[in-house]
């Protein structure tokens, strides 16, 4: 064992283990403007939640930090959630997309 410590969720702040499926997350989506911009690494559940819950235009508007995505009341029980789960937890169904009313 190399003794190397996993990085660390953006989101929910849990480790991400070699063997887990990590993402980058363009804090401004790229399609609008942030191709190029700072991203965070992020566990793929963690990841694939916040594209359930936010549109483009929503993540680049208002949701463009990690503290902003934390405060929206929607991922806020997603990290309660999933801080409950073993770093390696993997979801085998994807969060449903919100409603657009």
């Avoid at 997603?78 to 770093?87: E, M």
Wanted: aromatic fraction near 4%; glycine fraction near 6%.
């Amino acid at each position: 064992m190399s003794g190397d410590t996993p990085p660390i969720c953006a989101l929910c702040g849990r480790p991400i283990p070699p063997d887990v499926p990590r993402s980058q997350h363009h804090l401004i989506p790229r399609l609008r403007g942030g191709k190029g911009g700072p991203t965070v690494l992020l566990h793929d559940i963690c990841h694939r939640e916040i594209h359930a819950s936010l549109t483009e235009t929503e993540l680049a508007r208002d949701f463009s930090t990690v503290d902003a995505l934390r405060s929206h009341p929607r991922l806020a029980r997603f990290i309660a959630w999933v801080r409950k789960r073993p770093p390696e937890f993997r979801s085998r169904v994807p969060g449903k997309r919100r409603s657009r009313s």
